[in-house]
């Protein structure tokens, strides 16, 4: 079984622009997160998406947004970038509902984004 | 939201030797997770222990809810264990702590 495959693994960027990273869960994995780990912050949750609605949101700027397709795959989108959106953007998902390790996450290697 | 903290923050460890990392956390939770990220910032998950004990060869985790901590149990260490470890714990989102680094020594 395939795991959780994320895209591009790595980009740069200049300030101003904007960017899309793509997550393609493990099959039959209806849950897709996002977080973003920077040295200073740590590891922090973004959204959370399920069967293509927004779960949950975390504590950052509306230039961040995602979604979800029919298929599973998720999408963010960072805005307007800045200095600061430099960081390691992982996605994890969870098979979700009745079944055995249904909010087990299982993370892909991330995407590395440098803002210059 | 909860807080998580986890301790030691740093660990250097001969090859051989046995550790426990600590996870404390403020509120009740159902679902406590632990994690190894290796150099390459893969996170790999370890254990899904909500409550009670479980092993998987030489890693063992322990977690009291009713007490809010978790234990992680590394023996026998390998250099292949460095890296950093994570406990998430999950209230509306998961909460992720700061993580332990360990550096095993050959």
């Known amino acids: 079984k395939a795991g959780v495959t994320q895209t591009p693994r790595y980009l740069i960027k200049t300030r101003g622009q904007q960017v899309t990273l793509s997550c393609s869960p493990i099959?039959?994995?209806?849950?897709v997160s996002w977080y973003q780990q920077t040295p200073g912050q740590g590891l922090q949750f973004l959204f959370e998406?399920?069967?293509?609605?927004?779960?949950n949101k975390g504590n950052f700027p509306g230039r961040f947004s995602g979604r979800q397709f029919s298929n599973s795959r998720s999408e963010m989108n960072v805005s307007t970038l800045e200095l600061g959106d430099s960081a390691l953007y992982l996605c994890a998902s969870s098979p979700q509902g009745a079944v055995r390790g249904a909010n087990v996450l299982t993370f892909g290697a991330g995407s590395r984004l440098t803002v210059l | 939201g909860i807080q998580v903290e986890q301790s030691p923050p740093d660990l250097i460890l001969q090859e051989g030797a046995n550790s426990t990392l600590r996870c404390n956390f403020s509120d009740s939770v159902n679902n406590l997770q632990w994690f190894h990220q290796n150099p390459w910032g893969q996170l790999i998950n370890l254990f899904y222990i909500p409550s009670g004990t479980k092993q998987n060869g030489r890693l063992s985790a322990t977690t009291v809810a009713t007490e809010r901590y978790s234990l992680l149990y590394i023996s026998s260490s390998q250099t292949t264990d460095s890296g950093v470890y994570f406990c998430a714990v999950k209230g509306n989102q998961f909460y992720f702590g700061t993580g332990t680094s360990l550096t095993v020594i050959p």
């Open positions: 998406y399920f069967s293509e609605t927004q779960r």
């Open positions: 099959s039959g994995h209806r849950s």
